[in-house]
T-cell receptor, first 115, second 114 residues
């Protein structure tokens, strides 16, 4: 079974600075999808970014980008020019094409943004 | 707003009781997923339906059951409730059930068992 590990329970960043959240995963599959979800205090789960394993190019969405290292099974999220609205729980998730497309989540990283 | 609706938003009930959580997927989405978010277990996949048929089961207790109706809305039934069932229950939907389709999450139902 696949597992997702987020080793940073909490992170803090100053407004306008850059922060990187770490995620590692364990799988024997060669084809899969990886995601970062944001959960603000409202508890809504919001998709931030996704990466297909077969794509070598790292995904980017505005201020959010990933560093996908397939061989190392690492999938980190970089947030540039951090804003107060970025404060939230961030979950890394794995999705296999072979297990009914369920999402397997990590334990989350709480990001604080300070002035 | 993801387009996925869940009712009720909050539910408070006593141990031993039974509750039903309802989910309406986005228009056109055939697949519905249920997830549980608790302090102890984190975010866990419970069950998936596609066009009325059960497609996959995750860590769903035998006391829990679900179904998807012809109009594609889904209900999650929780019975013989225990304190440990207190959690946030999410429904997500997608157009299809293959890995390439995005899952859109509803706002969740917060269940408190006292």
């Amino acid at each position: 079974a696949q597992t997702v590990t987020q080793s940073q329970p909490e992170m803090s960043v100053q407004e306008a600075e850059t922060v990187t959240l770490s995620c590692t995963y364990d799988t024997s599959e060669s084809d899969y999808y990886l995601f970062w979800y944001k959960q603000p205090p409202s508890r809504q789960m919001i998709l931030v970014i996704r990466q297909e394993a077969y794509k070598q190019q790292n995904a980017t969405e505005n201020r959010f980008s990933v560093n996908f290292q397939k061989a190392a099974k690492s999938f980190s999220l970089k947030i540039s020019d951090s804003q107060l609205g970025d404060a939230a729980m961030y979950f890394c998730a794995y999705r296999s094409p072979y297990t009914a497309s369920k999402l397997t989540f990590g334990t989350g990283t709480r990001l604080q943004v300070t002035l | 707003d993801s387009g996925v609706t869940q009712t009720p938003k909050h539910l408070i009930t006593a141990t031993g009781q039974r509750v039903t959580l309802r989910c309406s997927p986005r228009s056109g989405d055939l697949s519905v997923y249920w997830y549980q978010q608790s302090l102890d277990q984190g975010l866990q996949f419970l069950i998936q339906y596609y066009n009325g048929e059960e497609r996959a089961k995750g860590n769903i207790l035998e006391r829990f059951s679900a179904q998807q109706f012809p109009d594609l809305h889904s209900e999650l039934n929780l019975s013989s409730l225990e304190l440990g069932d207190s959690a946030l229950y999410f429904c997500a939907s997608s157009v299809g059930d293959s890995v390439g389709y995005e899952q859109y999450f509803g706002p969740g139902t917060r269940l408190t068992v006292t």
